[in-house]
């Protein structure tokens, strides 16, 4: 099942006081991105994010699930209604994440 329009907006309007969000459509779901850097997705209408260090001790009963058959598990953001804990959670994920791969 694809993810709808509407919920990548509701999730971009979460994320709306943070600079440089952007997302990519992805085979019927959406890669996003911040500050150049995937910190997670919508899959089946549900986001998830990459399981950082923090992001584990932001949301320590999170529950892993993967997006899609053979992908790597990902933390399921249960408390998306919360703006500044979204915010805040975007915040102490970014720096541990790879910088984004040089283009050739």
């Keep these: 099942m694809a993810s ?19 997302y990519r459509s992805m085979m019927g779901e959406y890669i996003i991105y911040y500050q150049g850097k995937i910190v ?3 899959y089946d209408d549900r986001f998830l994010i990459k399981p950082t260090k923090s992001a ?7 529950q892993y699930e ?5 992908a790597k598990e990902m933390l399921l ?5 919360n703006i500044d804990f979204m915010n805040e959670l975007l915040n102490a994920i970014v720096d541990e994440l790879p910088a984004p791969r040089k283009k050739k």
């Design 40 to 42: 997670g997705g919508i």
């Design 66 to 70: 993967t997006p899609y058959d053979g």
């Design 4 to 22: 709808s329009k509407e919920y990548l907006e509701f999730v971009l309007d979460q994320l709306s006081l943070l600079d440089e969000i952007s």
């Design 77 to 81: 953001v249960d408390d998306i209604d």
């Design 56 to 62: 584990k001790e932001m949301m320590p009963k999170a």
